[in-house]
Protein backbone atom coordinates (compact mmCIF):
# COMPACT_ATOMS: atom_id res chain seq x y z
CA UNK A 1 0.00 0.00 0.00
CA UNK A 2 1.62 3.43 -0.78
CA UNK A 3 1.52 5.73 2.24
CA UNK A 4 1.96 9.73 2.27
CA UNK A 5 5.53 8.62 3.60
CA UNK A 6 6.87 6.50 0.87
CA UNK A 7 5.55 9.35 -1.42
CA UNK A 8 7.39 12.17 0.45
CA UNK A 9 4.12 14.02 1.45
CA UNK A 10 5.05 14.39 4.98
CA UNK A 11 7.91 16.77 3.78
CA UNK A 12 6.26 19.78 2.40
CA UNK A 13 8.70 22.34 2.21
CA UNK A 14 6.58 25.06 3.21
CA UNK A 15 6.28 23.80 6.30
CA UNK A 16 8.92 24.25 8.88
CA UNK A 17 9.27 21.62 11.97
CA UNK A 18 11.94 22.40 14.39
CA UNK A 19 12.79 18.87 16.14
CA UNK A 20 14.57 18.39 19.26
CA UNK A 21 17.61 16.18 19.63
CA UNK A 22 15.09 13.45 20.39
CA UNK A 23 13.72 13.75 17.07
CA UNK A 24 10.51 15.15 18.76
CA UNK A 25 9.00 18.03 17.49
CA UNK A 26 9.10 21.19 20.26
CA UNK A 27 6.22 22.61 20.80
CA UNK A 28 7.06 25.42 23.25
CA UNK A 29 9.81 27.79 23.10
CA UNK A 30 11.06 29.69 25.78
CA UNK A 31 11.06 33.68 25.14
CA UNK A 32 14.39 35.33 25.94
CA UNK A 33 14.10 38.37 28.46
CA UNK A 34 14.23 41.25 25.26
CA UNK A 35 11.02 39.19 24.39
CA UNK A 36 9.31 38.78 27.69
CA UNK A 37 10.08 42.96 28.69
CA UNK A 38 8.17 44.02 24.51
CA UNK A 39 5.08 42.14 25.23
CA UNK A 40 4.75 44.40 28.69
CA UNK A 41 2.97 47.64 27.27
CA UNK A 42 3.13 49.55 30.33
CA UNK A 43 6.97 48.83 29.65
CA UNK A 44 6.83 50.38 26.14
CA UNK A 45 4.97 53.35 26.97
CA UNK A 46 7.69 54.89 29.86
CA UNK A 47 10.55 53.79 27.35
CA UNK A 48 8.80 56.34 25.05
CA UNK A 49 7.89 58.79 27.84
CA UNK A 50 11.91 58.22 29.00
CA UNK A 51 12.51 58.66 25.26
CA UNK A 52 10.51 62.38 25.10
CA UNK A 53 12.35 63.58 28.39
CA UNK A 54 15.56 62.67 27.71
CA UNK A 55 14.90 65.08 24.27
CA UNK A 56 13.24 67.71 26.28
CA UNK A 57 16.22 67.65 28.29
CA UNK A 58 18.81 67.89 26.14
CA UNK A 59 17.02 70.25 24.40
CA UNK A 60 16.43 72.69 26.73
CA UNK A 61 20.51 72.89 28.05
CA UNK A 62 21.14 73.14 24.13
CA UNK A 63 19.35 76.07 24.15
CA UNK A 64 20.05 77.23 27.32
CA UNK A 65 17.29 79.89 28.04
CA UNK A 66 15.13 78.82 31.16
CA UNK A 67 13.08 82.06 30.41
CA UNK A 68 11.88 80.58 27.15
CA UNK A 69 12.29 76.93 27.48
CA UNK A 70 13.07 75.17 31.11
CA UNK A 71 15.00 71.67 31.00
CA UNK A 72 13.07 68.62 31.73
CA UNK A 73 14.94 68.56 35.15
CA UNK A 74 14.14 71.81 36.58
CA UNK A 75 10.44 71.41 34.93
CA UNK A 76 10.24 67.99 37.81
CA UNK A 77 11.78 70.46 40.48
CA UNK A 78 9.23 73.17 40.17
CA UNK A 79 6.57 70.87 39.43
CA UNK A 80 7.76 68.90 43.42
CA UNK A 81 7.92 71.85 44.82
CA UNK A 82 4.20 73.13 44.00
CA UNK A 83 3.36 69.65 45.13
CA UNK A 84 4.86 69.97 48.48
CA UNK A 85 3.73 73.17 48.65
CA UNK A 86 -0.01 72.42 48.14
CA UNK A 87 -0.55 74.84 45.29
CA UNK A 88 -1.02 72.28 42.41
CA UNK A 89 -2.84 70.04 44.46
CA UNK A 90 -5.56 72.72 45.15
CA UNK A 91 -5.56 74.06 41.81
CA UNK A 92 -5.82 70.48 40.23
CA UNK A 93 -8.75 69.74 42.64
CA UNK A 94 -10.91 72.59 41.42
CA UNK A 95 -9.84 72.02 38.08
CA UNK A 96 -11.10 68.44 38.40
CA UNK A 97 -14.36 69.16 40.23
CA UNK A 98 -15.47 71.70 37.77
CA UNK A 99 -14.73 68.78 34.95
CA UNK A 100 -16.68 66.23 36.56
CA UNK A 101 -20.19 68.31 36.69
CA UNK A 102 -19.83 69.39 33.02
CA UNK A 103 -18.71 66.00 32.13
CA UNK A 104 -21.50 63.84 33.85
CA UNK A 105 -24.34 66.71 32.83
CA UNK A 106 -22.51 66.33 29.32
CA UNK A 107 -23.29 62.15 29.45
CA UNK A 108 -26.59 62.39 31.46
CA UNK A 109 -27.77 65.19 27.88
CA UNK A 110 -25.91 62.28 25.51
CA UNK A 111 -28.06 59.39 26.79
CA UNK A 112 -31.15 61.31 26.57
CA UNK A 113 -30.45 62.39 23.23
CA UNK A 114 -29.45 58.79 21.84
CA UNK A 115 -32.56 57.25 23.73
CA UNK A 116 -34.67 59.95 21.93
CA UNK A 117 -32.62 59.03 18.20
CA UNK A 118 -33.27 55.14 18.92
CA UNK A 119 -36.82 55.48 19.43
CA UNK A 120 -37.92 57.08 16.57
CA UNK A 121 -37.01 58.74 13.15
CA UNK A 122 -37.59 61.86 13.98
CA UNK A 123 -35.15 61.63 17.38
CA UNK A 124 -32.65 60.33 14.79
CA UNK A 125 -32.92 63.59 12.59
CA UNK A 126 -33.30 65.78 15.22
CA UNK A 127 -29.84 64.20 16.89
CA UNK A 128 -27.90 64.13 13.35
CA UNK A 129 -29.18 67.85 12.40
CA UNK A 130 -28.04 68.68 15.96
CA UNK A 131 -24.79 67.40 15.96
CA UNK A 132 -24.25 68.81 12.05
CA UNK A 133 -24.53 72.32 13.60
CA UNK A 134 -22.98 72.18 17.20
CA UNK A 135 -20.27 69.78 16.95
CA UNK A 136 -17.87 71.74 14.37
CA UNK A 137 -18.99 74.60 16.55
CA UNK A 138 -15.16 74.93 18.73
CA UNK A 139 -16.46 75.46 22.60
CA UNK A 140 -13.90 78.52 22.67
CA UNK A 141 -16.54 80.43 20.12
CA UNK A 142 -18.91 80.04 22.78
CA UNK A 143 -16.79 81.44 25.97
CA UNK A 144 -18.30 85.39 24.91
CA UNK A 145 -21.63 83.96 25.23
CA UNK A 146 -21.28 81.97 27.99
CA UNK A 147 -20.02 84.69 30.06
CA UNK A 148 -23.12 87.32 29.43
CA UNK A 149 -25.48 84.42 30.10
CA UNK A 150 -24.09 82.87 33.36
CA UNK A 151 -21.92 85.16 34.53
CA UNK A 152 -18.30 84.99 35.78
CA UNK A 153 -17.51 81.98 37.99
CA UNK A 154 -18.16 78.02 37.39
CA UNK A 155 -21.27 78.09 35.55
CA UNK A 156 -19.71 79.73 32.38
CA UNK A 157 -16.86 76.87 32.65
CA UNK A 158 -19.33 74.09 32.95
CA UNK A 159 -21.46 75.41 29.86
CA UNK A 160 -18.67 75.35 27.71
CA UNK A 161 -17.21 71.80 29.03
CA UNK A 162 -20.98 70.30 28.60
CA UNK A 163 -20.85 71.82 24.76
CA UNK A 164 -17.77 69.77 24.32
CA UNK A 165 -18.77 66.21 25.94
CA UNK A 166 -22.15 66.49 24.63
CA UNK A 167 -21.78 65.96 21.14
CA UNK A 168 -18.85 63.25 21.11
CA UNK A 169 -20.75 61.17 23.14
CA UNK A 170 -24.17 61.36 21.40
CA UNK A 171 -22.44 60.93 18.26
CA UNK A 172 -20.19 57.52 19.24
CA UNK A 173 -23.00 56.33 20.90
CA UNK A 174 -25.78 56.25 18.06
CA UNK A 175 -23.13 55.13 16.01
CA UNK A 176 -23.04 52.39 18.35
CA UNK A 177 -26.03 51.26 18.86
CA UNK A 178 -27.15 51.43 14.80
CA UNK A 179 -24.35 49.37 14.26
CA UNK A 180 -25.80 46.17 16.68
CA UNK A 181 -26.91 43.36 14.07
CA UNK A 182 -29.93 42.19 13.67
CA UNK A 183 -29.15 38.65 15.24
CA UNK A 184 -28.26 40.22 18.08
CA UNK A 185 -31.58 42.16 18.73
CA UNK A 186 -33.12 38.81 17.50
CA UNK A 187 -31.39 36.54 19.91
CA UNK A 188 -32.63 38.71 22.96
CA UNK A 189 -36.04 39.07 21.39
CA UNK A 190 -36.06 35.37 21.50
CA UNK A 191 -34.89 34.77 24.98
CA UNK A 192 -37.94 37.08 26.14
CA UNK A 193 -36.06 40.94 26.63
CA UNK A 194 -38.04 43.27 26.06
CA UNK A 195 -37.42 47.53 26.40
CA UNK A 196 -34.78 48.38 28.94
CA UNK A 197 -34.04 44.68 29.54
CA UNK A 198 -32.59 44.38 26.11
CA UNK A 199 -31.18 47.67 25.84
CA UNK A 200 -29.23 46.87 29.10
CA UNK A 201 -28.40 42.85 28.16
CA UNK A 202 -28.23 42.89 24.21
CA UNK A 203 -27.60 46.66 22.93
CA UNK A 204 -25.16 47.97 25.13
CA UNK A 205 -22.99 45.01 25.73
CA UNK A 206 -22.96 45.36 21.37
CA UNK A 207 -22.47 49.09 21.11
CA UNK A 208 -19.97 49.58 24.33
CA UNK A 209 -17.07 49.63 22.22
CA UNK A 210 -18.30 52.85 20.17
CA UNK A 211 -19.98 54.56 24.00
CA UNK A 212 -16.42 53.82 25.35
CA UNK A 213 -14.77 55.75 22.33
CA UNK A 214 -17.34 58.65 22.79
CA UNK A 215 -16.64 58.85 26.69
CA UNK A 216 -12.61 59.29 26.17
CA UNK A 217 -13.11 61.56 23.02
CA UNK A 218 -15.68 63.45 25.40
CA UNK A 219 -13.18 63.19 27.93
CA UNK A 220 -10.35 64.65 26.14
CA UNK A 221 -12.02 67.31 24.67
CA UNK A 222 -13.24 68.33 28.10
CA UNK A 223 -9.92 68.65 29.78
CA UNK A 224 -8.07 71.10 26.69
CA UNK A 225 -11.48 72.85 27.20
CA UNK A 226 -11.66 73.31 30.91
CA UNK A 227 -7.76 74.76 30.57
CA UNK A 228 -8.84 76.78 27.72
CA UNK A 229 -11.81 78.53 29.98
CA UNK A 230 -9.83 78.76 33.01
CA UNK A 231 -7.10 80.53 31.52
CA UNK A 232 -10.18 83.23 30.85
CA UNK A 233 -12.81 83.18 33.51
CA UNK A 234 -9.72 82.32 36.19
CA UNK A 235 -8.30 85.56 34.89
CA UNK A 236 -12.15 87.43 35.09
CA UNK A 237 -13.05 85.66 38.54
CA UNK A 238 -10.12 85.69 39.83
CA UNK A 239 -10.26 82.43 41.10
CA UNK A 240 -9.51 78.97 39.09
CA UNK A 241 -7.55 75.66 38.58
CA UNK A 242 -5.00 74.53 36.66
CA UNK A 243 -5.47 76.95 33.79
CA UNK A 244 -5.26 79.64 35.92
CA UNK A 245 -2.20 78.75 37.75
CA UNK A 246 -0.40 78.37 34.04
CA UNK A 247 -1.92 81.84 33.24
CA UNK A 248 -0.68 83.39 36.79
CA UNK A 249 2.75 81.96 36.24
CA UNK A 250 2.88 83.39 32.85
CA UNK A 251 2.32 86.63 34.01
CA UNK A 252 5.16 86.55 36.38
CA UNK A 253 7.90 85.41 34.14
CA UNK A 254 8.05 82.34 35.62
CA UNK A 255 8.29 80.22 32.72
CA UNK A 256 9.29 76.67 34.48
CA UNK A 257 6.28 76.90 36.77
CA UNK A 258 4.11 77.08 33.79
CA UNK A 259 5.89 74.12 32.32
CA UNK A 260 5.06 72.95 35.26
CA UNK A 261 1.47 73.39 35.33
CA UNK A 262 1.33 71.96 31.68
CA UNK A 263 3.02 68.65 33.25
CA UNK A 264 0.24 68.31 35.34
CA UNK A 265 -1.88 68.64 32.83
CA UNK A 266 -0.60 65.70 30.88
CA UNK A 267 0.48 63.48 33.84
CA UNK A 268 -3.20 63.99 34.65
CA UNK A 269 -4.65 62.67 31.20
CA UNK A 270 -2.19 59.98 30.88
CA UNK A 271 -3.34 59.03 34.41
CA UNK A 272 -6.85 58.65 32.65
CA UNK A 273 -6.24 57.17 29.30
CA UNK A 274 -4.07 54.28 30.55
CA UNK A 275 -5.47 53.64 34.36
CA UNK A 276 -9.09 54.36 34.29
CA UNK A 277 -10.15 53.90 31.23
CA UNK A 278 -7.69 51.12 30.60
CA UNK A 279 -8.81 49.06 33.26
CA UNK A 280 -12.50 49.88 32.08
CA UNK A 281 -11.64 48.30 28.60
CA UNK A 282 -9.89 45.59 30.48
CA UNK A 283 -13.17 44.30 32.90
CA UNK A 284 -15.77 45.01 29.69
CA UNK A 285 -15.01 44.86 26.35
CA UNK A 286 -11.51 42.55 26.63
CA UNK A 287 -13.23 40.42 29.23
CA UNK A 288 -15.95 40.08 26.39
CA UNK A 289 -13.71 39.33 23.44
CA UNK A 290 -14.74 42.55 21.58
CA UNK A 291 -11.11 43.54 21.59
CA UNK A 292 -7.82 41.71 21.22
Known amino acids: MTTASTLGLD ?8 TSAAGAITVEQRLSLPELLYRQGWLRKCAVLATLAVLWEVYGRWLDNPLLFPTFSA ?29 GIGIALAAILTTIAIGSRIGTDLLETLTAMFNPLPAIALLPLALI ?11 VLVHSV ?8 HAGFRS ?25 PAAFPSI ?12 RTLIAAELVFGVSS ?12 RNALETTNVFAGLFTVILIGLFVENVVFANIEKRTIRRWGMQH
Open 75 to 103: TVEAFGTAILSGEIPAKALISLQTLAIGY
Open 212 to 223: LTGLKVGWAFAW
Open 238 to 249: GSGGLGWYIFEN
Open 11 to 18: RRPEILRE
Open 180 to 204: VSNTLRMVGLNYGLRNLRLVRAILI
Open 149 to 159: WFGLGQGSVVF
Open 166 to 173: LWAIALNT
